[in-house]
Structures are given as structure tokens and as C-alpha cells.
């Protein structure tokens, strides 16, 4: 058999270079979609590389997890609706912290000095919270679980000891040789429950309101311990050490920007519980007004700008399809329509651009909440399409849990519309002030369903 094992360092460079490629076109919308190939073809080089190695005597295993994995992923994708990408970003991820927590435990298994077992207990204890973390992520996103935050008391003292346990039963391991019966049969196993757990208990009193602080939290981790395992092997895997530190990058810078965006702290989103009580003792002056479709579309008609601030609600309606139809038909009538786009309005980083560019939006019409915010006092209507934290002037309020948190001000507008299928509040459980505005009208409903109400009626003007 020709031995090809020369070769794979040089595809690990090819690899790597396919990688970064793919992370900076996927930093722009418009290159998005091709920079996700660029990934993608890296993943498989890599991959295939795998066979090269020498003496390599479990490829029945690796074309059965290859078949199983791909499959499943390549289903999933093509099955999962836009709605559903949150929860499918969480799923996948997670998956990528078990398989780091996996590779960790068999290098501890393989391994036989002391700084080689350290890397892949790190390794192993950051992708193992990665894994039970994003599940329950993933539950929370899906409906599966509570999305408010769950709490006990002495919750962190908690947390605490089950980490701290954690850690000493990997010192354990790494102290006592993988051959010695009792690292496989105690340590081992101890080490890996007790970093599920922390996962699990560190991300049960997070709310569904910083899910996408979460999943980009995750997301860095799941980098991070692919990096420490590449570290951990005999020979070390640069293409992991590579690709795993490129992740963890921008997960890490990507999560730190939704939370400024938030004007939080990361301890705060992790540990804060954010959202597990409501807010109580406010009296809003003013009522929620209700409107009509038809008074929506003369409105619209007779408007010269227009802005459009989308926000889940929007996704679980599936309305982002008639929203584009909303917008091609205002711009026919010469209205200037443009989209405010809050950094964390959904479920995921960058959850409104995906669906908006699913529907066909151009680009150049979406704006982020620094772009359009001094815009806002010269609009005529601002169409509020499901959003709701991310609206709520209470964040100008001192003393409530939003207190600080930059927003969109659409409050400033002429006229502001809210599309809204009831009177609750948002997953913060924080009364939005801006229903009760003066200038603010309700218009209750399915948001596809009413979206398509309102461009049936601008036809007719």
C-alpha cells in the first residue's frame, strides 16, 4: 500500500486556508452563502484526510459515523424550516461540543503524558458544557422546556460544587495513568456527568430573551475545545487547532458584541437570570388602542417613509414573505421603506437578516439600530412586526430590568403600528411602555395573515 501520510500536513494548510476564507466571506450577507461553501469544502478535505492516516485500522467506524452524521445533517437541513433555525443552530452546535468531548475522552484514554491529559480534560470539560448547554438551549427554543429562567434557592453555590467537582476528578485522571482500572471505571466517567451537569445547571436560569447571547456563547466554547483536543493529541491536529480557534474567535467577539448590545455583562446573561420575575408595582399611563387593516393601509399610502422593525414574532408567523411583498408595493407607490434591525431581535445572531434575505429583501434596505435610530423622528409610520423587548422604551426607565439596554426608538415616530397577536409581554416579562403611547396603534392578529391583509387593501388605494 503507497504510504500517503506525507501528504496530510500539506492538505491541513489547504484546509486551513479554505477556512478562513470561508469565516471572512461569511462576515457580509452578501457573501454569506458562498463563504459557507468554503467551509464546508474545508470540513470535507479535512475529513478525507483522515484516511491517510497510517495505520489507520477502524475505517468501518469512521464511514458508518461519516454516513449516520451526514445524513442526519444533510435531513435536517433540508427539512427545518426558517422558524426552526435557532433551534437547529443550538441542536448542531451542541453536537460539535459532544464530538469534542469525545475526542477528549478517548485521547485521555490514549495518552500518556501529563500535558497532553490536561489539554484534553480542558477540552473535555468546555465541549461537555457545550453539548448539555446547547441542549437545553435547544429544548427551550422548541417549546420543549420552560423558555423563562429556572431557579432554586442556592442555585450558584450549586453550580459551584459541581463544577469544582468536575475539575477534581479531571486532576484525578490526568494524576493517574489511563491504564489503571480505576481512571477508566471511576474518574473518567465522574468527570464527564459532572461537566454535563454543570452544562446543564449553568443554562436552566438563562430565558429564552438571551438565547443568542447563549448559542454564540456555545458556539465559542465548542471552538475552543476543538483547539485543545487538536493540542491534545501525539502528533497535533493543526487543522482542529486551527479551525477550533478561528470558531471560538468570532463566537467569543461575536458574543461580546450582543452583549454591549444589550448593555449587559456576560456574567450578567449567564448569571443573572434575566427575566425569571416580572416586572411588578408600574402603573403605565395611557391605554393600548387598537387599529384597523384599511386605517393601516391609508396610513401607509399617503406616508413618505416608512421603517419596518421585525422581531420573532415575525418568524413564527412565517410573514416575511408577505413583508416583502408589503414593501415592493409601498416602494411602487414611491414610499422610502427601510428595515430597523436589532441585534438581538430573534433567537440567533443575525436572526432577522437570514429570514429578510429568505423573502428576497435587498441588503442595502436593512439598517442596524445605530443607522436608523436618528431616523426615526422624521418617519411617518413605523410598522412593528412581532418585536417586543427590543422596542420597549421601559429601557429609558430607571429602575426597570431593561434599564439601559439600547433599543430602537421607534417611539419617535409620527405614527407607530404594532402587530401583535395579544397584549403579552415579551420573553423578559417586562409591560411594554411603548403600547401605551400616544402615538402608538394595536393592530391584533397572525402577522403573515395580517401583512397579507394590508397589501390586499393598499391595492385597492
Known amino acids: 500500500m503507497i504510504d500517503l501520510s506525507w501528504a496530510i500536513d500539506p492538505i491541513y494548510i489547504a484546509t486551513i486556508f479554505f477556512f478562513i476564507i470561508g469565516m471572512q466571506r461569511m462576515s457580509h450577507p452578501l457573501t454569506a452563502r458562498s463563504g459557507i ?11 478525507l484526510a483522515t484516511f491517510l492516516t497510517p495505520n489507520l485500522t ?24 426558517m422558524t426552526g433555525m435557532p433551534q437547529m443552530v443550538a441542536l448542531f452546535n451542541g453536537m460539535g461540543g459532544g ?32 453539548f448539555a448547554g446547547s441542549i437545553i438551549a435547544f429544548l427551550k427554543l422548541q417549546g420543549w422546556m420552560r ?40 474518574y473518567l466517567p465522574l468527570f464527564f456527568i459532572l461537566s454535563l451537569g454543570f452544562g446543564l445547571l449553568m443554562t436552566l436560569p438563562i430565558g429564552g430573551a438571551d438565547m443568542p447571547v447563549v448559542i ?33 474567535a468570532a463566537g467569543s467577539l461575536l458574543t461580546l458584541n450582543m452583549a454591549k448590545a444589550m448593555n449587559r455583562s456576560i456574567s450578567n446573561v449567564f448569571f443573572g437570570a434575566f427575566g425569571a420575575t416580572e416586572e411588578k408595582g408600574v402603573q403605565i399611563q395611557g391605554s393600548m388602542k387598537s387599529i384597523e387593516v384599511d386605517d393601516v393601509a391609508v396610513m401607509l399610502a399617503y406616508a413618505d417613509k416608512v421603517i419596518i422593525a421585525p422581531g420573532y414574532g415575525m418568524a413564527v408567523a412565517q410573514a416575511q414573505q408577505k413583508v416583502k411583498e408589503l414593501t415592493d408595493l409601498l416602494e411602487s407607490k414611491n414610499v422610502q421603506v427601510k428595515f430597523a434591525i436589532h441585534p438581538v431581535a430573534g433567537r440567533m445572531p443575525g436572526h432577522m437578516n437570514v429570514l429578510l434575505a429568505e423573502a428576497g ?7 442596524d439600530r445605530d443607522e436608523v435610530n436618528p431616523e426615526f423622528p422624521s418617519t411617518d409610520v413605523v410598522l412593528v412586526i412581532g418585536a417586543n423587548d427590543t422596542v420597549n422604551p ?68
Request: net charge positive.
Open 58 to 81: 477502524n475505517l468501518a467506524l469512521i464511514a458508518i459515523g461519516i454516513v449516520i452524521g451526514g445524513g442526519f445533517g444533510y435531513i435536517a437541513a433540508k427539512r427545518v424550516a
Open 216 to 248: 454564540s456563547m456555545y458556539n465559542a466554547f465548542t471552538g475552543l475545545a476543538v483547539a485543545l483536543d487538536g493540542f491534545s493529541f501525539a502528533t497535533p491536529n493543526y487543522a482542529m487547532v486551527i479551525a477550533g480557534i478561528i470558531v471560538g
Open 361 to 367: 429583501v435587498a441588503y442595502d434596505r436593512l439598517f
Open 394 to 461: 421601559a429601557a429609558h426607565r430607571q429602575g426597570s430590568p431593561l434599564f439601559g439596554m439600547p433599543i430602537l426608538d421607534v417611539e419617535q415616530a409620527k405614527n407607530v403600528v404594532v402587530l401583535k397577536r395579544g397584549q403579552g409581554k415579551g420573553f423578559a416579562g417586562i409591560e411594554n411602555d411603548l403600547f401605551y403611547r400616544d402615538n402608538t396603534r394595536m393592530l391584533y392578529g397572525d402577522a403573515q395573515e395580517t401583512v397579507g391583509k394590508l397589501v390586499q387593501a393598499l391595492k385597492k388605494l
Open 37 to 47: 461553501v468554503w467551509a464546508g469544502a474545508a470540513m470535507v478535505i479535512a475529513t
Open 147 to 186: 423558555p423563562r429562567p429556572i431557579t432554586f434557592p442556592g442555585q450558584h453555590l450549586v453550580n459551584m460544587v459541581v463544577l469544582v467537582l468536575a475539575i477534581v476528578s479531571g486532576v484525578l485522571v490526568i494524576l493517574q495513568p489511563s491504564w489503571i482500572p480505576l481512571t477508566f471505571a471511576v
Open 99 to 130: 464530538a469534542a468531548a469525545g475526542i477528549s475522552a478517548v485521547a485521555l484514554l490514549s495518552t500518556t503524558t501529563a500535558t497532553s491529559s490536561s489539554l484534553a480534560v480542558v477540552g473535555g470539560l468546555i465541549g461537555a458544557v457545550s
